[in-house]
């Protein structure tokens, strides 16, 4: 009898544990594309969150190989979006580091490089 009263218990398990699953704003994807290489160096960093964020506590950094900054340090969030101006810059690798604030108020970060040049 115990086992056939928890039965209906199980679905509510998976129901919660996929509610807090989906409590971060995770990165779904970004232009230029996470490890791709550019011909060019691009004129921005756009990266798309899986949830709104708070654009007062959302950031984006981008350095290059020798670790100097190449962002102009006025990162936009509009919605799920955010978005940096980049300076003109060389060739080489590029290394992006975000931190977000979802608007449920969960933080996540996370980085990745892309490449740029032949």
């Known amino acids: 009898m115990r086992r056939s009263s928890l039965i209906p218990v199980i679905p509510l398990l998976f129901l919660f544990a996929a509610g807090e699953a ?7 994807h970004a232009e230029p594309r996470v490890g791709n290489k550019v011909a060019a160096p691009p004129r921005e960093v756009t990266l798309w969150f899986t949830q709104k964020l708070e654009p ?3 950031t984006i950094t981008v350095t290059n190989a020798a670790g100097d900054r190449v962002d102009a340090g006025k990162t936009r969030v509009n919605g799920t979006q955010m978005s940096v101006t980049l300076r003109p810059g060389g060739t080489g690798t590029y290394h992006v580091t975000w931190r977000v604030l979802s608007v449920d108020t969960h933080t996540t970060d996370g980085s990745f490089t892309f490449q740029v040049g032949q």
């Open 22 to 28: 989906t409590a971060h704003a995770f990165l779904d």
């Open 56 to 58: 007062a506590f959302s």
